[in-house]
């Protein structure tokens, strides 16, 4: 059901390793749980993220919410098509719905986040509340 | 073996037990009364937001109005519309909420907020939840005073300009002879819901009594006691911090919704 290449973070982002860039979104649950996200607010490129701090902002039925970056590091890219088309978080969220690209400032910092199967465990927890 | 209650027949509970069904209320506080600036009131609602969780603060009820009256704009509207500008050019002030949604002009109306850690203490576990059970307990103080108000049940949201009193989603409030007189707005962190919002008022009534009916029934609809509490010196002083630094910025208040984040405090 979630992407097995992906590793997953408690507050329901996503994160791609590939040539020593993380590229960051939301789940494809947080976007359910959104619902229709119609405003997205973004970072610069070349700022700084840290680790468990909130990097970007969404709107959804007029609830603002924060998107947590699980490493540190550098912005190295944002997806400004967002701004534009907002939908994309839920109709793609694993794809053309990607948020950011870090370059993370130490190596293996994703080895504590949740792989697919743990995830999807973590979530059903998280529905029966 | 159990038997079965005979109609008319009290309950069986003794006074002891009653007693524990009264203190397995969750207690809630209750801060007292007041009218406020526009910037002042966005950051006391910021300053309970963000300190409830790491200073284990019981859930919140504020119940408050705006003096002057003001414009109250979505965290991510944008200020240059012509709506908005024609608030603008008859005097009123203007805060950009940290919360979402649309225009609000605050003015001859109660304004509350309401802020908890997810399903703690009694607080709603999800924000659809506590938009429904504030609604209700408004609802349910404008009946206790004669009027025939309901929630909005429609699945779509409707919406045709810039201000809130005009659009609708699910749960909003309506006064049945004049058509939406309330909605709320929300911002959530990991583990904390801040939801504000606010009702015109209809005609005239007793505000006090008003006042008092929509924490009686808060009360009812969340199974909660709210206990009178002041602000801590924490939330008091973050409160002038958020003043000074952000809500009476410009930078905060009037930049556009692509150009704001970039750069300066994302709340």
Redesign the interface.
């Known amino acids: 059901m979630y992407p097995k290449e992906l590793k997953y973070t408690k507050t329901h982002e996503w994160t791609r390793e590939n040539e020593g860039f993380i590229t960051v979104g939301i789940t494809s649950f947080a976007a359910e749980e959104l619902s229709d996200i119609v405003y997205v607010g973004l970072p610069s490129e070349g700022g700084k993220v840290e680790k468990g701090s909130s990097f970007a902002t969404l709107e959804s039925v007029k609830a603002v919410s924060d998107v947590y970056s699980p490493v540190s590091g550098e912005i190295h890219e944002v997806n400004h098509r967002l701004l534009e088309h907002p939908e994309l978080l839920n109709k793609d969220p694993y794809g053309e719905g990607w948020i950011i690209n870090i370059i993370p400032v130490e190596k293996g910092g994703l080895n504590d986040l949740m792989n697919a199967q743990k995830y999807e465990k973590f979530v059903e927890e998280e529905k029966g509340k | 073996m159990l038997r079965k209650r005979r109609e008319n027949e009290p309950y069986a509970l003794t006074f002891s037990q009653l007693n524990e069904v009264k203190t397995a209320r969750k207690e809630w506080r209750l801060i007292p009364f007041g009218a406020y600036g526009p910037s002042l009131n966005m950051a006391i609602d910021e300053a309970i937001f963000r300190l409830m969780a790491e200073n284990n603060i019981p859930p919140t009820l504020r119940l408050y109005t705006w003096n002057p009256p003001a414009l109250s704009i979505?965290?991510?509207q944008d200020t240059e519309s012509a709506l908005i500008k024609e608030y603008l050019k008859r005097g009123y002030p203007l805060v950009r909420r940290?919360?979402?949604?649309l225009a609000v002009l605050h003015q001859d109306e109660i304004s509350y907020s309401m802020i908890g850690v997810f399903?703690g203490d009694g607080f709603p576990?999800n924000?659809q939840e506590a938009y429904r059970k504030a609604h209700e307990s408004i609802r349910k103080a404008l009946n206790d005073l004669g009027f025939e108000v309901n929630l909005y049940q429609g699945k779509k949201?409707g919406y045709k300009d810039d201000f809130c009193s005009s659009s609708c989603?699910v749960y909003d409030i309506i006064l049945r002879s004049k058509g939406k007189i309330g909605?709320?707005?929300?911002?959530?962190?990991?583990e904390v819901l801040l939801q504000h919002g606010c009702f015109s008022l209809p005609e005239e009534v007793d505000r006090d009594y008003l006042r008092e009916k929509v924490v009686e029934n808060f009360e009812k609809i969340f199974q909660i006691k709210l206990k009178r509490q002041e602000l801590t010196d924490a939330e008091l002083s973050l409160s002038e911090k958020l003043v000074k630094e952000k809500y009476e910025r410009w930078e905060w208040n009037y930049k556009g919704?692509?150009t704001f984040?970039?750069?300066i405090n994302?709340?």
């Open positions: 979505g965290y991510f940290p919360t979402g949604g399903a576990a924000r949201p989603v909605g709320s707005a929300q911002r959530t962190s990991r919704k692509f984040l970039r750069g994302r709340g």
